[in-house]
């Protein structure tokens, strides 16, 4: 390929997609609202810091924003969100225990090979590289979790987040969520 063809390729070549209909716009943002609320609260229970509940919100308001507002999306259906998540936080604690004293080396490792696990395992998730990093990056107070991160706070949060989703995504007509399960 020349230098004049690679820079045609950023043009791109089709026009913006329509804007959501309304009742879409509606659900999506009565979803994410509910979902991350319930998420804010648990993490009140769990009494984190507001740091670390602040890193509860970034992780999952990118989750929020897939399976509320993009449910027929393959990387929001049940095994992506789930799986991707739970798979992506093991390889976060893990790189954070055994990379200890190289914090840059042990974001990176985390990131790329959560990727890795999640490609492998058929369960992308995008926000699953930032389930990832915060295991990394978190507070001392998330990193004395160690393992128990996978199931609480993330664990307890997606579970939260998917019931959240299967109720919201389906008490509107035009929409059905999941749509797949496996």
Known sequence: MDVKNYFLKMRGGKN??????WHEIFWSTLGAFLGILAIYVIGHLHDLKLEDSLFLVGSFGATAVLVYAIPLSPFAQPR?????HLLSAIVG????????DNTAIAAASAVALAV???HISRTLHPPGGATALIAVM??????????????????????????IAVVMNNLSQHRRYPQYWC
């Open 93 to 100: 604690v893990s790189c954070a225990l055994f990379l200890p």
């Open 116 to 118: 890795l696990v999640m």
């Open 80 to 84: 992506n969100l789930v799986g991707g």
């Open 138 to 163: 978190g507070s001392e107070h998330i990193h004395v979790l160690g393992y128990w991160y996978v199931l609480s706070p993330i664990g307890l949060g997606v579970l939260i987040m998917l019931i």
């Open 16 to 21: 913006c997609p329509p804007r959501a209909p």
